[in-house]
């Protein structure tokens, strides 16, 4: 899972050097229209940024019942702050600046939660069901920081990004086959299936830059809008990024470069929106009070995904084969497992009873077995790189729909029924608890990329490994 990265820093550095310069000019050209404003247009001051939702393939209503989903699974999985008034806090506040979001005439049905989690940050899913740690809410000196954070989030759900980048990952995927081969079913049925669990939903925060950089500017606006100081949202990613100086950052601020742009950009939107008004509301009695009573609540370790039931592991894998026949190729695999076909993607899974687990939420993953697709290649198959374009393809992929997807150790070449393939390790979020690996082969054949992707839990790998090498050694490419 993966959470939207506060205070990270959102603006190009290649573009800071032109910004300053037309800021600069900016304000030349603002002092001049603000002395004939004076006289003509009293308090007209200069344009506020306009800022509308990028590319996207799923409509708002989508975007709804997309985030539901997932926000029902992240309800499951994360601990709640379970304080009614902490929430009923949040929510009157988030209220009150989604009022002045704009939404483009869409009405999200806003919801607000308080997570049980030291870290300090929060997250929006699409549709408007935004998750905010009690680390943020401690961590934040006043009330207009708090809101800041939050009008930010509110910013990601207006501006659609969520299912922006859902839209470029699917783009990307487009002829890999990828979401049909892991999902099981219609490329676009599929992922919007699994788009909707919350594990899955890392896809839907995985933004870009800009699209921080966005967030920043219309939750500056929003704060104005509300009567809050517009410079808390940026004092408190000011704040962290001087606090996590020195320690080690969390990940989300690991990359973070240049601060100063992020503020830089906010402040010349509040120059756009006239500046810092004098009664700019900074702190409330209320904010205090549920500070205190956040800082009160017990602290919660933080839940493994998945290991929410107890979860037996399958019987090890017979030593008895049964074969299977693909149109690219045959194979054996252990007569204890089962095959899952995939109806249009040309994949198929094998896995043994007890092997693919709910997530939770109705939706399958796998954990123990092997996952077999083939994916269109790009590219010239004759060119000498077209094998580790085409692993990397694969890979880029996997870790699309599995954001905590790691790679363990660089390609190795190796062969597969004599033909040359790339063999990769990979590590992620077992859907049984801890850690997995994923032992990915890569191999190019006419009908397209032709790969194999053995998963185990890591502390029961080697109970698998010969398996899986049994398997790999049984294929057979045909033709
Ligand atoms: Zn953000």
Known sequence: MRICRLGRDCVKASASGKRRAVRAHFALAAGLFL???????????????????GWNAFTPQEDISLGKRA????????????????????????TRLAQKLPT?????????????????????????????????????????QLAGVMAHELSHVALRHGTNQATKAQAAQMGLGIFGAIFGGSTGGALLT????????????????????????MGTQVLYDTGYDPRAMAQFFEKLEAEMKGKNPPEFFSDHPNPEHRVERVDEEIDKLGGVPSNAKRDSQEFEAIKREVLALPVVKKPTPGAAGVVAAPAPPSGKFAAYQANAYTLKYPDNWKKY?????????FAPEGGVLDDGSGHSALAYGLIVGVAQAKGDPSDSNALDTAARQVIQGLQQANPNMKLARQSERVRLNGQPGLSTYLTNDSPAGGQETDWVITVLRPEGTVYFVCVAPQSAYSNYDKTFSAILDSVRFTK
């Open 35 to 53: 002395c004939l404003a004076i006289f003509l247009v009293p308090g007209a001051s200069a344009q506020r940024s306009q800022l509308r939702p």
């Open 71 to 94: 926000a029902a699974d992240a309800e499951k999985q994360l601990a709640l702050c379970n304080a009614p008034r902490v929430d009923a806090y949040l929510t009157q506040l988030g």
């Open 104 to 144: 483009g005439g869409v009405q999200y049905p806003f919801e607000f939660h308080c997570v049980n989690d030291k870290a300090i940050n929060a997250f929006a899913l699409p549709g408007g069901y935004v998750f905010v740690n009690r680390g943020a809410i401690e961590a934040a000196d006043n009330e207009a």
């Open 194 to 217: 699994q788009l909707g669990t919350f594990t899955a939903g890392g896809v839907l925060l995985r933004y870009s830059r800009t699209a921080e950089s966005q967030a920043d500017v």
């Open 341 to 349: 076909p995939d109806k249009d993607g040309g994949g198929v899974s």
